[in-house]
């Protein structure tokens, strides 16, 4: 079966310091990976995809299949930034279901 | 810009009763999804739908059912609601192509009591 394994529940960063989110799947075949992002009293909404290989607000992440890894990488957080951090996995044969992992909260401190 | 509507923000029920969450998107989406956010266990999928009609159980189903009657709602019914039902409960629509993002509501927040 299909899982993302989110291991941190709670980041606390400070401003101006690097932050990385950790997401591990398991999935044999080809995923589709994607970060959601959900402040505080906003609806969930999409960060980045994979496929985009795009930077987002600053955000960037590398799909790893050698390691089945999908970190979220900021190198200098901002105030903003703090929010409930969703990765998500798709599979190639799920009628376009995600997969989500636990969630991380990020809280970036002044 | 994507429009996924819930019908109310806020719920509060009583054990028993049969609830109704409607979930309405504006964008001709084939996909729509009704998912669970609990804290610690992140968003769970209850039911999903790839067309009018048509419906699929996700990973927790139980307890609960689902209607489309037309393409742009979706509706969650909680058959007799009981008290582990109280979550916050999340729609959400896409196309139905690769690396198509879901689009989603605000949210309900659903307490049984």
């Known amino acids: 079966a299909q899982r993302v394994t989110q291991p941190e529940k709670l980041l606390s960063v400070f401003k101006g310091a690097p932050v990385e989110l950790k997401c591990n799947y398991s999935?044999?075949?080809?995923?589709?990976l994607f970060w959601y992002v959900q402040y505080s009293r906003q609806r969930l909404q999409l960060l980045l995809r994979h496929i985009s290989r795009e930077s987002i607000k600053g955000f960037t992440a590398d799909l790893n299949k050698g390691e089945t890894s999908f970190h979220l990488k900021k190198p200098f957080a901002q105030e903003e930034d703090s929010a409930m951090y969703y990765c998500a996995l798709r599979t190639t044969d799920s009628w376009g279901k995600l997969q989500f992992g636990a969630g991380t909260q990020v809280v970036v401190t002044p | 810009d994507v429009k996924v509507t819930q019908s109310s923000r806020y719920l509060v029920k009583r054990t028993g009763e049969k609830v109704f969450l409607e979930c309405v998107q504006d964008?001709?989406?084939?996909?729509m999804f009704w998912y669970r956010q609990d804290p610690g266990l992140g968003l769970r999928l209850i039911y999903f739908?790839?067309?009018?009609?048509?419906?699929e159980k996700g990973d927790i189903p139980e307890g609960y059912s689902v209607s489309r009657e037309k393409k742009e709602r979706f509706s969650l019914i909680l058959e007799s609601a009981s008290t582990n039902q109280t979550s916050m409960y999340l729609c959400?629509?896409?196309?139905?192509?690769?690396?198509?993002?879901?689009?989603f509501g605000d949210g309900t927040r659903l307490s049984i009591l």
């Open positions: 999935y044999s075949g080809s995923p589709e």
């Open positions: 964008m001709d989406h084939e996909n």
């Open positions: 739908s790839y067309d009018v009609k048509m419906k």
């Open positions: 959400a629509s896409s196309f139905p192509g690769s690396n198509q993002p879901q689009h």
